[in-house]
């Protein structure tokens, strides 16, 4: 999700982890017993706060030993943790931690009490989630464990959560690493790999590349294959003993002068040997016939490469590495790519030639290996890295490196994947002055659906109508004297997106830019309707923002009988007040046209089932077999404590993506749910980040996402019950016809007994 994130239960925790600072007084013992104590609460230590009456406090008459334990209440729900929490000050390397304590709970229902850690980034989570301790209990010692990765590790926090409603108690807490107490351990200095220490290239490849014939480009297509093959799949790269960037300048200059396979295939042999024998691996396993993405390694066999190079490969294969690595690491719960040290080089904002090649061959073979919806993209993969190098070997300037990045991102079709820094070319020549209105994609036209703000200075609504001359409404036809379609026609493929309406939504943002003062515009105009020209004023050099609604309260009623919640300013203390205010009215209607501004699938979308409820499942890749996809388990909408018996009534549109569609999937699995609207953005899943070199970052959606039966919302989104789109006689009228929908759905149906 484009939030960064569909986190499930985990998102609460992350939002306090942000929150933690740590323990400054490094020459101290660590306050894990409690004792040590400041204003009435043990030093170093967090309370998350998440808006339900709880308390987390000392305790001295319940202890397991010494005057304090902390004590946890909650009257919540198992939705919302209540959290204690305590970051380390320092790493401390290693390979496993250990947190351990004593626990006693007391009428422990609808969740669990448990301890908890956290390795970040999304390096490793464990919080009891297994063990589920509920109920009563009297004091017992509890031990959870995590692997460290210390090359990757920034921040370790651990402590205790109870979900749910009840009483716990925690004391006597111990962390150990590797069996060490860590109150007797030093701070990890970490070593400085080979990877690291080589700079050879920090000031450019100086690869000059000849004149590419067809045979020259099929063989930097296998150097690329073969190059992201030995990165992801053999134990010397995966250890850090070799900058695996400047490696590939180091072989380009003696490969390019090659003109024939035999002296290819030496090359490439001699190459690879540099890396060393790979030991036989005891752990690796072979691809399982369950999987629902098998590692592609077709080319292999396929090419021209002699017998031996591709027994040599296919060995690397068999005895490939297992566990940590260099390049890529699996988030943790979530399971999505985290593609590690990868140099942006943002020092070069137009990478020379060896480098734009470097570019192309990192994003092609992440996509390869780690992109969960390769299968799905309009251009077969397999085809994409041979058309794109002439591309990126020819780009004359940053501009067009830029073009050839845009492009290549494009074919990967994913909403989540666009160029996001370093594109400072293209968004010059866009224009960097914009007219203040908002433009809809509305029955095949270009339609004035709103005014905009500019960020930082604030202009009334009416002022800025007034400036721009346009009526909520109008229709563009021609910008600069050129039919607007012929423009989106020209301009289509550097919009990267899952589907067209996710498409036309982001060029929708771009069409009225300019680097001159005025642009000169045909519109058919909502008053006369007949075809007029203005020249539009572009007012400022800065970004345009919507006019914030006012939003007092996420939700209201519509009338007596309908609920309305927007999701775009809910919190998680309106969720219990939802379900009180809105428990006997005949139908419900939950605006997800916008990005939630609460995690709620669970917490909100239990209130309209009526028993656990299976809504989505996932396919995650394994770092141990780069290629391979599994399916999860489904993942359910828990059992509620009370269900809705009214009709609710989801609208979605292109405005819809990421963890919005997320949530949309979560209120499908209700009892009596309809969602009306239109395709949503098609992009699903958590966000993995790309780093190019240029300085450029981009993202994709790192994990796959499915209903149970296994259908798509990838590129398809989430597909309406009953489609209803707006009109432009609707947006001239100041109507919302998806919502005017939606209450007469609701008016309909009868209520559910």
């Known amino acids: 999700m484009k939030t960064k994130h569909l986190i ?57 030993s010494g005057k304090y334990a902390v004590v946890i209440e909650s009257k919540g729900n198992m939705l919302i943790d209540n959290s204690l929490a305590f970051t380390l000050p320092h790493d401390y390397g290693g390979k496993q931690i250990t947190l351990s304590g004593y626990i006693k709970t007391e009428n422990v229902t609808e969740g669990y009490a448990g301890l908890w850690m956290a390795i970040l980034p999304s390096v490793a989570y464990n919080d009891m989630e297994q063990e589920k301790l509920t109920g009563t209990n009297e004091w017992k010692k509890f031990e959870i464990r995590a692997d460290l990765y210390p090359a990757i590790t920034e921040k370790i926090v651990v402590g205790g959560h109870l979900s749910g409603k009840g009483k716990m108690w925690i004391d006597d807490l111990k962390i150990t690493i590797d069996d060490k107490d860590i109150q007797n351990l030093k701070p990890y200095k970490p070593k400085v790999l080979p990877a690291e220490k080589d700079k050879k290239f920090d000031s450019g490849s100086k690869i000059v590349f000849p004149e590419l014939d067809e045979q020259k480009i099929s063989d930097l297509e296998l150097l690329g294959r073969i190059w992201g093959f030995l990165k992801y799949h053999h134990p010397a790269i995966a250890a850090g003993k070799y900058n695996w960037d400047y490696e590939l300048f180091r072989i380009l200059p003696d490969y390019l002068k090659i003109n024939d396979t035999n002296r290819r295939d030496r090359i490439l042999l001699n190459w690879i040997k540099k890396y060393g024998n790979v030991p036989a691996c005891k752990t690796c396993t072979a691809t399982p016939d369950s999987a629902f993405l098998k590692p592609d390694l077709s080319w292999i066999d396929n090419s021209t490469m002699n017998r031996k190079l591709r027994a040599l490969l296919q060995n690397i294969y068999l005895n490939r590495q297992q566990g940590s690595h260099y390049y890529i690491h699996s988030a943790a719960y979530v399971g999505n790519p985290m593609f590690l040290h990868e140099n942006d080089y943002p020092e070069m904002p137009y990478p020379d030639a060896g480098f734009r090649l470097l570019a192309l061959y990192r994003y092609w073979n992440m996509i390869h290996y780690f992109f969960p919806y390769k299968y799905q993209t309009d251009k077969d993969w397999n085809t994409v890295l041979k058309e794109y190098i002439p591309l990126f070997i020819a780009a004359k300037n940053e501009l067009e490196y830029e073009f050839a990045v845009t492009q290549l991102i494009g074919a990967v079709c994913d909403t989540h994947a666009g160029l996001e820094n370093g ?32 960020e930082g200075i604030v202009h009334s609504y009416a002022k800025i109508r007034k400036k721009t001359g346009l009526e909520i409404g109008d229709i563009i036809t021609h910008i600069n004297t050129q039919p607007v379609e012929s423009i989106v026609d020209s301009i289509k493929k550097y919009y990267p997106a899952s589907n067209e309406a996710a498409r036309m939504r982001n060029i ?56 309305y919640i927007t999701l775009e300013s809910i919190k998680n203390a309106d969720i219990p007040i939802i379900k009180k205010e809105f428990k006997n009215t005949k139908g419900i209607i939950i605006d997800i046209r916008n990005y939630p501004a609460t995690f709620v699938p669970f917490s909100l979308g239990s209130y309209f089932v009526s028993a656990p409820t299976p809504f989505v499942k996932f396919t995650r890749g394994n770092a141990n077999n780069p290629g391979e996809f599994t399916f999860t388990q489904d993942l359910e909408i828990p059992k509620p404590e009370e269900t809705y018996r009214g009709k609710l009534v989801v609208l979605v549109n292109e405005f819809t993506i990421s963890q919005s569609e997320y949530t949309a999937m979560a209120f499908q699995a209700g009892d009596n749910t309809t969602v009306i609207g239109s395709t949503t953005a098609g992009a699903d899943g958590n966000v993995s980040e790309i780093t190019l070199p240029g300085g450029l970052s981009t993202s994709i959606s790192g994990i796959g996402v499915y209903y149970p039966d296994g259908r798509e919302t990838q590129r398809v989104g989430i597909i309406p019950d009953i489609e209803v789109n707006p009109t432009i006689k609707g947006i001239r009228e100041g109507r919302d016809e998806v919502l005017e929908k939606a209450i007469e759905i609701i008016a309909q149906e009868k209520k559910k007994d």
């Open 508 to 563: 929708a943002n771009d069409l009225l830019r300019s680097n001159s003062d005025r642009i000169h515009i045909n519109y058919i105009s909502s008053n006369s309707k007949r075809k007029e020209e203005k020249e539009l004023t572009c007012l400022y050099n800065r970004k345009l923002i919507r006019y914030k609604k006012n939003y007092a309260k996420c939700y209201k009623f519509l009338n007596e009988n309908i609920g």
């Open 8 to 64: 499930f239960t985990i998102i609460v925790i992350t939002i306090l982890l942000v929150a933690c600072r740590q323990n400054k007084d490094s020459d101290s013992k660590f306050n894990l017993d409690f004792e040590k104590i400041d204003n009435g609460f043990p030093v170093g230590w967090k309370i998350s706060d998440n808006g339900l009456i709880n308390t987390i406090s000392l305790d001295s008459i319940e202890v397991k």
């Open 423 to 454: 594109d400072d070319k293209i968004d010059s020549l866009r224009g960097n002055k914009r007219v203040p209105v908002q433009l809809q994609w509305i029955e095949n036209k270009w339609v004035v659906k709103d005014y905009r703000q500019v």
